[in-house]
Every structure is written in structure tokens, then in C-alpha cells.
């Protein structure tokens, strides 16, 4: 299964893709799509799902998961992420790629263990799974790297139960 883990901006798009089978992780791809400060607001979003759409037709996940909106403090920001997160989705949906959302805390579960870890345990928790010298950087690398992770373990999880429902709806007939 090809995973395609993405933490949305405006600025920085965080982008990871990783393959995981027979519960072994490879990394595939790490890259950030940035948008230029001064550019108009309309044509960062253009460039953010252009490179979407270059990244997905390079990649071609079979799964995309993508780190739901957390609102802090600056709702404006928060606003132009959102924008910057639909053209994210808008290029899963043209290209047939269900997403999955996670929050923070279920990605951090799903790395380290604990939904409250410390950003640096789950960026050294995602290097180690996927057996890499260094940290991807920027830091929004590396967290599309852990939410694609977290997408690969719940979805092999939801895989093993549907199988064993299913083999177990076979025996009750």
C-alpha cells in the first residue's frame, strides 16, 4: 500500500509518501510544496494544486491522509489553510484517492505510542521507522511522513478486521 501523508499550509506544504508491506515502512517520497509570501493568495493556491497533482500522478497513492484543521489563536490563518487544504482535496477527488483524516493526537498515538508525545519523539519515531539518517526537513516534511504512517497502521488495522468479519460471517452460514 502506497500512503501519500500530507500537513496542509499555505506557505508549506508538508508532502510523504510511504509504502508499507508486510508491516515493513519505506519512505518513497519527502518534499514540501512552498508558495512565495508575496504572491497573490489565488496563485499559491493554483501552485499548491498544480504540485498536488504533479506529486500525486508521480507518486499514485493508493491512499492520501491528511492532518485535520487544528484552529489556535489565528483564525485567519486557520482560514487560509482550510483554503489551501480544499485544493488538496479537490486534487485526491480528480484523481480518485479517497483521504483519510487524522488529528494530531491520533497521529502521535499511531507513531509513538502516546497521543501527547513531544513533536521531537514522534519526528525521531518516524526517522527510526523508516530507517532514515536524519529527520526529513522541514519539520512539515517530516509530519506528513507520521500522518501517512498513522494512515498505513489504522488502515491495515481496519483490513485485519474486515477479514476476520468476513471469515467469520463465512463460517456462520
Avoid: W
Amino acid at each position: 500500500m502506497i500512503v501519500l501523508g500530507i500537513d496542509p499550509g499555505y506557505a508549506i506544504v508538508g508532502c510523504g509518501a510511504v509504502s508499507y508491506v508486510n508491516g515493513r515502512f519505506s519512505m518513497l517520497d519527502a518534499r514540501a510544496i512552498t508558495t512565495p509570501p508575496k504572491m497573490p493568495f489565488e496563485k499559491r493556491l493554483e501552485c499548491i494544486y498544480r504540485d498536488m497533482c504533479a506529486l500525486i500522478e508521480q507518486v499514485k497513492p493508493d491512499a492520501m491522509a491528511v492532518e485535520e484543521l487544528f484552529f489556535s489563536q489565528n483564525k485567519t490563518t486557520g482560514i487560509y489553510v482550510a483554503h489551501a487544504r480544499g485544493v488538496i482535496l479537490l486534487a485526491a477527488a480528480q484523481y480518485g484517492i479517497e483521504p483519510f483524516e487524522y488529528n494530531p493526537m491520533q497521529v502521535k498515538q499511531a507513531v509513538v505510542g502516546y497521543g501527547k508525545a513531544e513533536k521531537k519523539q514522534v519526528m525521531e519515531m518516524t526517522r527510526q521507522m523508516l530507517g532514515l539518517k536524519e529527520c526529513p526537513k522541514p519539520d512539515d516534511v517530516a509530519d506528513a511522513l507520521a500522518i501517512a504512517i498513522c494512515h498505513s497502521h489504522s488502515a491495515s488495522v481496519s483490513m485485519l478486521r474486515r477479514a476476520v468479519l468476513h471469515d467469520s460471517n463465512r463460517r456462520n452460514r
